[in-house]
């Protein structure tokens, strides 16, 4: 059971880079999302998808992009990273009804 | 707009005491309310949920949680807690429409032995 996979698990970017995070899930759940973890600020929602075609900003999108292609695949895409985008990413995915189930999650890393 | 409140950050507690983590929401509609765990260098892993019916709920590792509609709350607790349960605990809301799962900033409990 693979459930949410996110690739890679540590990477990291200099200023300026771009760079695209990879999620995937095998439960043909139809709500994705993007969250980031920063310490004392819990998990913060990036984008969100509700199917495939569709994603929607969450409370701190800006400098990320998403788009949802399949029902199975949800990239982040950092245009120019920037230190202040250091931090963990975790994707998860739901369906209606359900509990959210989360990725081993993205250390990122931005110099 | 959604938001979650959990007012206590840091807890430290010896084995065997009892624990009990508040958690507040704001949201007037009909919530779905959460409370996961996430152990040192893993993610999150559910503890519990509710969605309807008893307000008492029960989840994994002896954990329970009360849900008071008119209080807005949704808090966390566990009569005896084990140097095991060290870990962050994470309550989360989301309405039933958008799906659209919001965070608390979490707490983090140390349980000595």
């Known amino acids: 059971n693979a459930g949410v996979t996110q690739t890679p698990k540590f990477q990291v970017l200099k200023t300026g880079q771009s760079m695209t995070l990879q999620c995937a899930q095998d439960?043909?759940?139809?709500?994705m999302s993007w969250y980031r973890q920063d310490p004392g600020m819990g998990l913060r929602l990036i984008h969100y998808?509700?199917?495939?075609?569709?994603?929607d900003q969450g409370e701190v999108p800006n400098g990320y992009n998403v788009s949802r292609s399949t029902t199975e695949d949800f990239p982040l895409r950092l245009l120019s990273a920037a230190p202040s985008q250091t931090s963990v990413y975790f994707c998860a995915s739901r369906s209606w009804g359900t509990e959210a189930f989360f990725g081993q999650g993205t250390r990122l890393t931005v110099v | 707009a959604q938001s979650v409140s959990q007012h206590n950050h840091h807890v430290i507690l010896s084995e065997a005491a009892s624990l009990e983590l508040g958690c507040n929401y704001s949201y007037g509609g009909t919530v779905n309310l959460f409370w996961y765990v996430q152990y040192p260098g893993q993610h999150l892993q559910l503890l519990l949920k509710y969605f309807s019916g008893d307000p008492l709920v029960k989840g994994i590792k002896g954990f329970e949680a009360e849900f008071i509609k008119s209080k807005f709350s949704f808090n966390l607790r566990k009569p005896s807690v084990q140097w095991s349960d060290t870990a962050e605990y994470f309550c989360?809301?989301?309405?039933?429409?958008?799906?659209?799962?919001?965070f608390g900033t979490g707490t983090r409990l140390l349980v000595s032995p």
């Open positions: 998808s509700v199917g495939a075609g569709i994603t």
């Open positions: 989360a809301v989301s309405n039933t429409g958008f799906q659209k799962l919001v």
């Open positions: 439960m043909n759940h139809e709500y």
